[in-house]
């Protein structure tokens, strides 16, 4: 592609591929990850961001393909390419006929990457439907800076349905997703749940770097809070009782993004997302005490207690009206530290720093400090490691 250079790539190398690799049944897989690898590298090095659309036809074939890392570098590419059509010409060296053909992209491409998203997630097959779950969150993110990008240039968007009308379309797609009757796809939906409520949410930060802020209640406005609570929130609830293990792990690790897309408000929070999330790891809720039972699954508790501070962080119980939930939060923790399970134990203890710096000295005296002689004798090395960095940690300012 170097070799052609831009025009040559798109003229006939693109057209080429097409036609006799990407729709080769039999290729080797080892040659279509790497054309789904070197796809995304085009972009935006050789072909420029608002003329990358031809690309996208070639990737799409290749994430409904069998091979699974296969679809995941097609995944990852489309997710590379897509935030780059919305290129600036406003500024820079950019001619008129340049910023001709990045007004008409910009057009052109809401309603492309919406038949897109309908073809894959409305396929037979499972795989592209997997796929469509990497990828909705990535499209809903360029319709929000799409309506941005209308906006500020100005430009009439009336060659296909309004960005409002896109957005409530993938929303049904991802419902339709989580809903399906194949546990992979499912799976898929879980994994990329808390991506699509951020993206729903509007959140320009992810909850794990929230996590590390000041815990505040996040400006919303009450249109995109009204989404995540009737739309958003019935999915986390639905995914988080599912009857696979490997479904509820995976839905149970995106309560900090329900949380932050709720914006860390503490009753919303404790009524909608509180109860669903510990629930889940067979910790019962009988007035405001927990109970760990013996039957629950050790692999949805471990994806919880690799995101605790993160899940605590975005429940918002911060403040002296909340701090009986806040006790709740740490009595749960302290029994993630107590696991019978040693993989359960370690993932709790790298928490233990951003919690002690959430609940402060006296929730830290008396949930975390009591459990530190037992965790430092631990028979599992990787427990003891781990808590010896989790104490430095604790020393930082």
């Known amino acids: 592609s170097d070799a052609v250079g831009t025009e040559g790539t798109l003229a006939e190398l693109l057209p080429y591929l097409a036609t006799n690799v990407a729709m080769e049944e039999e290729e080797e897989d080892e040659v279509l990850l790497i054309l789904g690898e070197k796809l995304g590298d085009m972009v935006p090095g050789l072909i420029p961001g608002y003329r990358a659309m031809p690309i996208l036809p070639l990737l799409e074939r290749l994430a409904a393909v069998e091979e699974t890392v296969v679809r995941d570098k097609a995944v990852e590419s489309i997710n590379k390419i897509v935030p780059l059509l919305l290129k600036d010409t406003s500024e820079g060296k950019f001619d008129d006929a340049a910023k001709e053909a990045a007004a008409a992209s910009a057009n ?4 492309l990457l919406l038949a897109m998203a309908k073809r894959l997630s409305g396929a037979d097959w499972f795989t592209a439907k997997v796929s469509a779950a ?9 319709y929000n800076a799409h309506s941005d990008y209308v906006a500020k240039h100005k430009l009439s968007s009336d060659t296909g349905p309004s960005d409002d009308e896109g957005r409530r379309e993938l929303r049904i797609l991802y419902k ?6 194949t546990p992979m796809v499912r799976r898929s939906a879980a994994r990329h749940l808390g991506k699509f409520i951020e993206a729903v949410a509007n959140l320009s930060t992810s909850p ?9 209640k996040i400006a919303m406005p009450d249109d995109l809070r009204r989404m995540v609570v009737e739309e958003m929130v019935p999915l986390f609830r639905t995914l988080s009782m599912d009857e696979q293990d490997s479904v509820r792990l ?6 900090g993004s329900v949380g932050c897309g709720l914006g860390r408000d503490p009753q919303l929070n404790e009524d909608l997302v509180f109860g669903v999330c510990f629930r889940v790891c067979s910790i019962l809720l009988p007035s405001i005490c927990f109970e760990k039972t013996r039957g629950c699954a050790g692999r949805v508790r471990h994806n919880l207690a690799k995101e605790f501070s993160t899940v605590a962080s975005s429940l918002g119980f911060t403040d002296s009206r909340h701090q009986n939930r806040q006790i709740d939060v740490f009595n749960c923790f302290s029994s993630l530290l107590q696991d019978a399970e040693a993989e359960v134990r370690a993932a709790g203890v790298e928490n233990i720093a951003r919690m002690t710096q959430l609940g402060g000295p006296d929730l830290f005296l008396s949930h975390i400090a009591p459990l530190l002689p037992s965790l430092a004798d631990d028979p599992v090395m990787e427990v003891r490691s781990k808590l010896a960095q989790a104490l430095m940690d604790c020393c930082d300012p």
Do not use: K, M, Q, W
């Not at 995976?250 to 309560?255: G, H, I, M």
């Open 134 to 142: 990497g990828i909705l969150p990535t499209l809903y993110r360029f």
């Open 250 to 255: 995976l839905a149970v690790a995106n309560a």
């Open 176 to 181: 339709d997703l989580c809903e399906d009757d």
């Open 108 to 111: 052109a491409a809401p309603a």
């Open 208 to 216: 794990s770097d929230l996590s590390t802020a000041i815990p505040s």
